[in-house]
């Protein structure tokens, strides 16, 4: 998968139970620490409306699904087991994990706002809980990248290559690209001459992926215990419920909701079912907690910019060579390019580049065309 969205956050945050939503599987949630003792990985879904819907002919995507008109364009995401404090240093189940969230591409934060005791914690105290762990993944990430800094900057200053593709042979720790590195250095100003980088300049580096390239998303769970969620959401934090997500997808399994989406009791729905469900919708439509599905999406979405493009081999049918009506939606990213796109379907395709078409005004496009979200593109290539 291109992408992956990691779940960190301390024991008890409801990680797996977050985790078990997004995926539709089933892992150990427990009410004690450490219950997860491996990450787990899975795929989850981000929600977007199908353009099969223009043309009136269903769709038949080769990865995840389309129903009523919605399609589920797959992203991988990681349960990682709780951190603590002193993790980076091996404290709790250590840091070995941490190596997980190498291969993140995005972070969420996820924080319980109850404490130890069953309290319910104020506004500062779940901004501490977020900073706590933000440290240790940043002193996790930036002792690993500045590990044995002189013996590599020594090595890489007899190279003949640019600087960037210096800093890339340690960054590639990060599983960052160039193209990371060149966005960080120009955003940041950071002089790029590796040699005469220090403590200060690993740190910043490393700041930076943890921003940049790689968000953190700080996200309260639980929401369903909090009476009022506006102090702690102007904070920047967004509220959900993993407990409740997880008990819509089994109501939905079990055919008492007809959909995830509106939440609405079926005629198998008992009256105290109808009860528990229409308190979970008050939850939502009062806006005091968020659908996952929206916090995925706006991750995806905003944070991390990435747009869903459809390529074609029939710009008039959207078809691939086999008939099969749209098959793929890619996730790339903003600024992206047609020929960005004919590589990301093969790479001989890349190479062959002739042309693109736009299936919908059937407009031709050069290699440069910038791709935007929701285009049904078709790619002429040599063959
Ligand atoms: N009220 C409420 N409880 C929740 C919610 N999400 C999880 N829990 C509970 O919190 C406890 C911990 O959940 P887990 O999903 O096991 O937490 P975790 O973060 O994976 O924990 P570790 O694996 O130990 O790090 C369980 O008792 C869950 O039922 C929620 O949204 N609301
Ligand atoms: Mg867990």
């Not at 969420?108 to 779940?126: F, R």
């Not at 929401?223 to 939905?252: C, M, P, Q």
Request: glycine content about 8%; aromatic content about 8%; hydrophobic content about 35%.
């Amino acid at each position: 998968m291109e992408f992956s969205i990691g779940i960190a956050g301390k024991p008890n945050a409801g990680k797996s139970t977050l985790f078990s939503s997004l995926t539709e599987t089933v892992v150990a949630i427990g009410d004690y620490p450490f219950t997860t003792v491996e990450t787990n990985k899975g795929v989850a879904y981000m929600k977007e409306k199908c353009p099969h819907t223009e043309i009136g002919k269903e769709c038949s995507p080769r990865r995840g699904r389309c129903i009523n008109g919605t399609r589920y364009i797959p992203v991988e995401v990681m349960d990682v087991p709780g951190l603590i404090e002193g993790a980076s240093q091996g404290k709790g189940m250590g840091n070995q994990f941490m190596d997980s969230l190498r291969e993140a591409s995005a972070i969420i934060n996820l924080i319980s706002p109850v404490s130890g005791d069953k309290k319910i914690m104020s506004t500062e105290e779940i901004t501490r809980e977020a900073e706590e762990v933000e440290r240790e993944i940043f002193l996790w990430f930036s002792a690993r990248f500045g590990n044995d800094w002189e013996r590599f900057s020594k090595k890489v200053s007899h190279l003949s290559i640019p600087n960037e593709e210096k800093i890339l042979q340690k960054a590639s720790f990060f599983g960052i690209s160039l193209k990371d590195v060149r966005r960080i250095l120009s955003i940041t100003k950071m002089n790029d001459n590796v040699s005469i980088w220090g403590d200060d300049e690993i740190m910043e580096f490393t700041r930076s992926v943890l921003t940049i390239i790689r968000p953190i998303k700080r996200v309260v769970n639980k929401g369903d215990l909090l009476d009022n969620t506006e102090e702690i959401r102007k904070k920047g934090f967004h509220v959900i419920s993993a407990d409740y997500e997880l008990s819509l997808f089994r109501a939905f399994r079990s055919g008492i909701i007809r959909d995830m989406d509106s939440i609405e009791a079926s005629e198998k729905a008992s009256p105290k079912q109808r009860e528990a469900l229409e308190k979970i919708r008050t939850a939502y439509y009062s806006g005091r907690i968020e659908r996952v599905s929206d916090l995925m999406e706006s991750i995806v979405k905003k944070d991390l910019q990435k747009i869903v493009v459809y390529p074609v081999y029939d710009e008039n049918k959207w078809t691939d060579k086999e008939g099969n009506v749209l098959p793929d939606a890619f996730l790339m990213d903003q600024g992206d390019t047609a020929e960005d796109l004919a590589f990301r379907v093969h790479t001989d395709i890349g190479n062959g580049f002739i042309r693109a078409v736009n299936g919908r005004t059937k407009m031709i496009l050069g290699r440069s065309y910038i791709l935007k979200d929701n285009d049904v593109i078709r790619i002429v290539a040599k063959s």
